[in-house]
């Protein structure tokens, strides 16, 4: 006896069996195989110290994620100069405590952070062909879609004072410093684009001049933003929101990046040019996931240390 359409049981039965084993690798192994990259970009001025920065992005923390937070807190093991956090760190209204529990070690280094649209609102339960879908309809996030009606809201507040009481400096469209060692550094963040939160006419203009170097944040690396950043001279942008594709084709690589970006950059360092200017983007592939969709294949969860060095 055949299956319909001519395919035996058998080999219905052996594909069924694949594709379980593949949810079960995704979802029980490889989203919980953290990783750290380490990375070098050559920004800094002629004669300055290397920097270490550590870049922790999209948690989407839910409780009794116990793995994840001893991960997170091993970190501080690496002894960043400073930490950059590009934002969902939430994907649970109970998250904050153990948000907070995960990131105490890290806390105790300076730092800065911007928000994504997961630290404000609760995820919602979507069919991930929507991605493929939205992709090539051109929409991502609220641009071009309606607006969203009935979410939940997370108490990013909480984690906001939490993080301002640490030290950090928040970077929702505005402008912050981190004085290390003699160096200032100076930050331009951007709210999240992905849910258009961003407002780049209130921070536009540029590097400061009086600064050793200038860093953008953002958390969704929608082109506008990119494009922004990089005409007003900003040597590099760091971001995070693309999962790196979380569900990726071996050989092959990302099929969505769930915002305008091309995949050829859903993660890792690569260069964006605009306005005659070329800055350096690193994404961050994230460590989390949302709680919907606790799968990755072919995208480990990261953390990413940045080696900042002279320029040539």
């Known amino acids: 006896m055949r299956a319909r359409y001519g395919i035996p049981l058998k080999t219905t039965a052996a594909l069924t069996a694949i594709g379980a084993a593949g949810v079960a690798y995704a979802a029980g192994i490889e989203a919980r195989s953290f990783r750290l990259r380490r990375v070098t970009v050559p920004v800094l001025p002629s004669g300055a110290r290397p920097l270490r920065v550590l870049q922790v992005s999209d ?14 807190q091993s970190l501080a093991g690496l002894r ?33 952070y911007v928000f994504g649209s997961n630290d404000y609102y609760g995820p919602r339960l979507r069919n991930p062909a929507r991605y493929l879908l939205e992709k090539v309809q051109g929409k991502h996030g609220l641009n071009g879609n309606p607006p969203a009606v009935g979410v939940v809201h997370n108490p990013w507040e909480e984690l906001r004072d939490a993080f301002d009481a640490a ?52 958390h969704a690396p929608y082109l506008r933003a990119l494009d922004a950043f990089t005409a007003d001279g900003y040597p590099l942008v760091l971001a995070g929101h693309t999962h790196g594709g979380q569900l990726c084709v071996p050989f092959y690589g990302a099929l969505v990046t769930n915002c305008d970006l091309d995949t050829d950059r859903v993660k890792g360092l690569s260069t964006h040019e605009s306005g005659g200017h070329r800055s350096y983007l690193h994404v961050s592939a994230g460590c989390g996931t949302n709680r919907y969709t606790p799968v990755r294949f072919a995208c480990p969860p990261e953390a990413t240390l940045l080696t900042l060095t002279p320029r040539a």
Not at 59 to 72: P, Y
Request: overall charge negative; proline content about 6%; aromatic content about 6%.
């Open 167 to 218: 030290g950090w400096v928040g970077l929702s469209n505005t402008r912050g410093r981190l004085k290390l060692d003699g160096m200032e550094l100076a930050f331009t963040g951007l709210d999240d684009p992905h849910i258009k939160r961003d407002r780049y006419a209130m921070v536009e203009g540029g590097p400061e001049a009086d600064a050793d170097l200038s860093i953008a944040v953002v």
């Open 59 to 72: 948690i989407h923390m839910v409780s009794g994620q116990r793995k994840k937070r001893a991960w997170l």
């Open 80 to 112: 960043p100069d400073f930490v950059v956090n590009t934002g969902d760190n939430l994907s649970d209204t109970e998250g904050v405590p153990e948000v907070l529990d995960a990131l105490g070690p890290l806390m105790e280094f300076p730092g800065v």
